[in-house]
């Protein structure tokens, strides 16, 4: 098993050799326009293009669900459908669903061991969404870590 790797830096700029691929998280109503996405957005066009899309073909666009998207010759963005609206619900609940990241997340696994690949993010969950990183640490452990793919994760500043 390997550990997740904790870094101050960029995300959408991750250092490691090999194929890399820059997972976050996204709503399921088609937004995009706050957060991490930002960052994605100002150095790639297809991330958000494909998305928005994805979003309205309305073919598995689901919680739960991923579109990987190459951006460079080494380097994809994983898409990935784990946060239910944009709002915290009528309970007060935050958006984030964390089944769904996982479920997400396992797909990115798939890959990730076709390509050889590193996996990088910022605290996926954590911002917009409203998630708490102690609930989301042990997904990405059992998801990434414990199936041997290197895991790094970047604070930005």
Not at 62 to 83: K, P, S
Not at 98 to 107: E, F, N, P, R, V
Not at 116 to 140: D, Q, T, Y
Request: glycine share 10%.
């Amino acid at each position: 098993m390997k550990n997740i790797i904790y870094k101050n830096g960029d995300a959408t700029n991750p250092v490691a050799a090999g194929n890399k691929i820059i997972v976050h998280v996204c709503n399921d109503v088609g937004g995009w326009g706050k957060g991490f996405v930002m960052a994605i957005s100002s150095k790639w066009s297809m991330p958000e293009k494909e998305y928005r899309a994805w979003y309205r073909s309305k073919t598995g666009f689901a919680l739960g669900q991923a579109q990987i998207v190459q951006v460079e010759e080494d380097t994809w963005v994983a898409n990935m459908i784990g946060q239910r609206n944009i709002n915290k619900d009528e309970n007060g609940d935050p958006p984030v669903r964390y089944d769904a990241i996982g479920l997400a997340l396992q797909k990115v696994e798939v890959f990730a061991t076709e390509k050889n690949a590193s996996v990088h993010m910022p605290r996926i969950g954590c911002g917009l969404a409203g998630g708490k990183w102690e609930m989301m640490e042990p997904i990405i452990i059992k998801t990434l870590s414990e199936k041997d793919i290197e895991v790094t994760v970047y604070d930005f500043g």
